[in-house]
């Protein structure tokens, strides 16, 4: 229990220096100092700063999982109303780490290959928790789907694209919340629920 708190102590502390200064301008003798933990604990924890930065990614994602497993779980809503509320706490809460933590931004974006990795775990445990919700769905009748796992990767690739524009604000400019939310359920019902199949041929 103490490893974990302190482990989590430097996680916090480090996520606040690297927002002020950015993850260049940060040294881990500021991470030691700002935690009063010293720079012996530091290095039982991390070899690096940048061990130290992936930590502080990891940890955005865990709280993000946390808040969408909850919304998962709950009895109150449909299925359909679980998926469009897990599509929008995503893309707030994406937002909400990236806009709070300052001077990371950059990193964050530059080296989005390091990133992806890091959301690797995370990305598992989402598309399991988005094909729980839709065989909910299928359980209960309220959805007629052909492939659970292809629906879940379009869901799951357009949410990562998604990403960067909500952040920036240029998803839906100009929409009150509630039309988008209107307009994504509307989408969303159409996929899942029997329609006329389309006569396509490729």
Known sequence: MAVTKTRNRLVDVARQIFAKRGLENT????????????????????????????????????????????????????AEEKLVSLIYTHLNLVKEAVQRNGNLRAEFFRDIITVERVRKRFDENERNLFAGVVAEGVRTGEFEIDSIPLFVDILHFSLKGLEIPYIYGRLGRGLAQGVSHAIVQKMLHKMLTKNEKPNITF
């Open 27 to 78: 040294t881990m003798n500021d991470i030691a100092v700002a935690s009063g933990k010293g720079r012996r604990t530091l290095y039982t924890y991390f070899k690096s700063k940048e061990d130290l930065y992936l930590a502080v990614i990891e940890g955005e994602l865990v709280r993000l999982l946390q808040y969408m497993n909850e919304m998962a779980s709950t009895s109150e809503m449909s």
